[in-house]
């Protein structure tokens, strides 16, 4: 069965650190798409990053970066340089061939960044 | 500013009874997705919705249901409501249908049930 799990439930940083966020899936389907949602105190829920099981290539976008490494089933999330701004609940999704269209969600890593 | 709007924005009742979510999807988007999102839960996939057709049910109680409009606007009813339907309600919604569509999350619809 899928599943997603984010190990660390709740990270606290001092702003400039670099912080990596855990992301671990279960999977039996060869074929299947990785996301990254941010939930920042405002309720919203914002898309960063999708990735798709024939892609392993690491993806940078400003501060932010992802590992993605099959053999280990990860996909990490690394924020260089945090801000404050940064502070916000980050949830780590899975979505199937097989399985249609819908997300698998992980717990979320609550991330507080102090100044 | 993800272009799907969900109304209303909060939602106080009590138990038993019923009341009704709607969504309307980013412009040109005909997949619309139901999530619950709960402290004990997480975010659950609810339903989805493709063109006016159900497409997908994920953890949907019987008490729910949901419709997808000819405008593809689409509404989540909840009904007899218990203490424990307290949550925050997403909608989202994608383009097309298949897994790896983006799918673009709305502001969420916080239920209280007292």
């Known amino acids: 069965a899928q599943k997603v799990t984010q190990a660390q439930t709740e990270i606290s940083v001092v702003e400039k650190e670099d912080v990596t966020l855990d992301c671990v899936y279960e999977t039996r389907d060869t074929t299947y798409y990785l996301f990254w949602y941010k939930q920042p105190p405002s309720g919203e829920l914002v898309f960063l990053i999708r990735?798709?099981?024939?892609?392993?290539q690491n993806e940078i976008s400003g501060r932010y970066s992802w590992n993605f490494q099959k053999s280990t089933s990860s996909f990490n999330f690394t924020i260089t340089a945090s801000q404050v701004v940064d502070s916000a609940v980050y949830f780590c999704a899975l979505s199937e061939d097989q399985a249609g269209t819908a997300l698998i969600f992980g717990k979320g890593t609550t991330l507080s960044v102090s100044s | 500013d993800s272009g799907v709007t969900q109304t209303p924005k909060h939602l106080i009742t009590a138990t038993g009874q019923r009341v009704t979510l709607r969504c309307s999807p980013r412009?040109?988007?005909?997949?619309v997705y139901w999530y619950q999102q709960s402290l004990d839960q997480g975010l659950q996939f609810l339903i989805q919705?493709?063109?006016?057709?159900?497409?997908a049910k994920g953890n949907i109680l019987e008490r729910f249901s949901a419709q997808q409009f000819p405008d593809l606007h689409s509404e989540l009813n909840l009904s007899s409501l218990e203490l424990g339907d307290s949550a925050l309600y997403f909608c989202?919604?994608?383009?097309?249908?298949?897994?790896?569509?983006?799918?673009?999350f709305g502001p969420g619809t916080r239920l209280t049930v007292l």
């Open positions: 990735r798709n099981s024939f892609d392993e």
């Open positions: 412009s040109g988007d005909l997949s």
């Open positions: 989202a919604s994608s383009a097309g249908t298949g897994p790896g569509n983006e799918q673009f």
């Open positions: 919705y493709y063109n006016g057709e159900e497409r």
